[in-house]
Nanobody
Framework: QVRLVESGGGLVQAGGSLGLSCLDSGGIISRYAMAWFRQAPGKEREFVAAINWTGGSTSYGDSVKGRFTISRDNAKNTVYLQMNSLEPEDTAVYYC???????????????????WGQGTQVTVSS
């Protein structure tokens, strides 16, 4: 059974960097696409980045392109999100999710993912 645990959030000044991790304690995500979404107070959950099961294909939301990088280490059952040049608008709770189907391509819709973690708070001060 998949259990996703996000970590690495915190408080950072604008222009700074943070690295998030998403660990699957169940050890089965290696054959699934994975994604990061975020949700700011009063807003809907927003797509941030996704990666296919091999790590060979990625997709990014328009607001984070060129600043964020998603990667994965299947041997460690972990997905990462490196966030650079952070802006106050990046403040949100960040969640990782597992693709619904094995070996699926990268998708950008929330409904294509499941088994969400509890989230990790990222706060960017101006």
């Amino acid at each position: 059974q998949v259990r996703l645990v996000e970590s690495g959030g915190g408080l950072v000044q604008a222009g700074g960097s943070l690295g998030l991790s998403c660990l699957d304690s169940g050890g089965i995500i290696s054959r699934y696409a994975m994604a990061w979404f975020r949700q700011a107070p009063g807003k809907e959950r927003e797509f941030v980045a996704a990666i296919n099961w091999t790590g060979g294909s990625t997709s990014y939301g328009d607001s984070v392109k060129g600043r964020f990088t998603i990667s994965r280490d299947n041997a460690k059952n972990t997905v990462y999100l490196q966030m650079n040049s952070l802006e106050p608008e990046d403040t949100a709770v960040y969640y990782c999710g597992r693709g619904r189907f094995m070996h699926s391509r990268v998708e950008v819709t929330e409904g294509d993912y499941t088994d969400w973690g509890q989230g990790t708070q990222v706060t960017v001060s101006s």
